[in-house]
Structure formats: C-alpha cells, structure tokens
Antibody, heavy 118, light 108 residues
Framework: EVQLVQSGAEVKKPGESLKISCKGSGYSFTNYWIGWVRQMPGKGLEWMGIIYPDDSDTRYSPSFQGQVTISADKSISTAYLQWSSLKASDTAIYYC???????????WGQGTLVTVSS | EIVLTQSPATLSLSPGERGTLSCRASQSVGNYLAWYQQRPGQAPRLLIYDASNRATGVPARFSGSGSGTDFTLTISSLEPGDFAIYYCQQRSKWPPLTFGGGTRVEIK
C-alpha cells in the first residue's frame, strides 16, 4: 500500500526557517516524481514543484522558484520542503504529492499545516 | 503558463441530480487534463486522468470528456459524498502543472 506520511503541524514566527518532510512507502521512491502542493486558508490548490529522487532533478513553478527549496533523501525515502525566511503569507496546508508515470498526482499525503504568525 | 478556468464557481444541486462542471484552458492541452475531488478536511484524490479515464476505484457515475481547451466533468447522479470541491489540472505544458480555481458542489 502506497503511503505518504508528512511531518506534523508547525507554528513559526516571520523570518524563521522551516523544513517539513514527507516519507514515502509502498512503492519505488526513487522512480517517481514527488512534490508539494499548497492550499492557503479557504483557497484552491497551487502546484509548487517536484523532484525526481533518483537524480534530484527538481522543477519549480515560477511562482515558487526562489521562495522554497524542494529536496529528497532517497536513502530514507523522504522528500522535504524548506523555507529560509518564512512570511505570514506562507500560512497554508502543504500537501506532499506522488506523481504517477504520466505526472498525474495519484497519491497525497495527509497535509502539514504551517502557521506563520508573530 | 497555461491558465485553467473552472465554472461555475459554485453548483447547488440536490442528491440524485446530475452535475456538470466545466474547465477551460487558455491554450490547447490536448487530452492532458485531470480532475480531482477534495472533500472537506481531506486531501484531494484523483478522479479522472487524460480527460476521460477514471482512476482506480472511482465510481462509474463520474465521467470526463473534452479535448483541446474545453473539458467537462459529469456526475450522473449525485450522492451525499459527492458534495465537495472539484479541481481540474493540466500536464500539457509544465512546469507548472497548473490547477483550476475549483468548483464547489453544494447541497441545494
């Protein structure tokens, strides 16, 4: 059974750094793109970017390029999303998303709520 | 970047009624379009891929059609669990793999 288990909710202050994680299991982690989708409070889905764990090839949405870093550690089947300096506007639920062979998102994590507030 | 526009924003229907949701792309995406369902408090799930193929486990009352720039998701007879938000997504030209803004299907 494919599972994506994300790290727990975070409460941070503006300017702080953060790294959240997503551990994949039940499939060949290195051979499928995995990435992140943002959902701001009461809003729609925004695709942020993906990484191919086998070679760390990473693609970002232009909207998120330079704002976040996506990485993966294939030795522990875990993907990461990190910020160097959080803003209040980063408050959202972040979903980890496994992309299938044709890039459709076939499995989702449970979501990680990130709250940034002074 | 390809923009996907979904309509209507909200669809008010009764259980048993037929629902028709639209997704229009700013340029042709061929048949590279998917639909996702998001129930309140849950992660989205894939319903339809490549415009008309149902994902594993998706009931036959869900069907997708269209190609190029105009796509439709049809729910033939709404059941209580179908009242949710539906998003379309394209993979024709990426990054990004853009989503539409969503259509909320609510109980009338």
């Amino acid at each position: 059974e494919v599972q994506l288990v994300q790290s727990g909710a975070e409460v941070k202050k503006p300017g702080e750094s953060l790294k959240i994680s997503c551990k994949g299991s039940g499939y060949s982690f290195t051979n499928y793109w995995i990435g992140w989708v943002r959902q701001m409070p009461g809003k729609g889905l925004e695709w942020m970017g993906i990484i191919y764990p086998d070679d760390s090839d990473t693609r970002y949405s232009p909207s998120f390029q330079g704002q976040v870093t996506i990485s993966a550690d294939k030795s522990i089947s875990t993907a990461y999303l990190q910020w160097s300096s959080l803003k209040a506007s980063d408050t959202a639920i972040y979903y980890c998303a496994k992309h299938g062979a044709q890039l459709w998102i076939d499995y989702w994590g449970q979501g990680t709520l990130v709250t940034v507030s002074s | 970047e390809i923009v996907l526009t979904q309509s209507p924003a909200t669809l008010s229907l009764s259980p048993g009624e037929r629902g028709t949701l639209s997704c229009r792309a700013s340029q042709s995406v061929g048949n590279y379009l998917a639909w996702y369902q998001q129930r309140p408090g849950q992660a989205p799930r894939l319903l339809i891929y490549d415009a008309s193929n149902r994902a594993t486990g998706v009931p036959a009352r869900f069907s997708g059609s269209g190609s190029g720039t105009d796509f439709t998701l049809t729910i033939s007879s709404l059941e209580p669990g179908d009242f949710a938000i539906y998003y379309c997504q394209q993979r024709s030209k990426w990054p990004p793999l853009t989503f539409g803004g969503g259509t909320r299907v609510e109980i009338k």
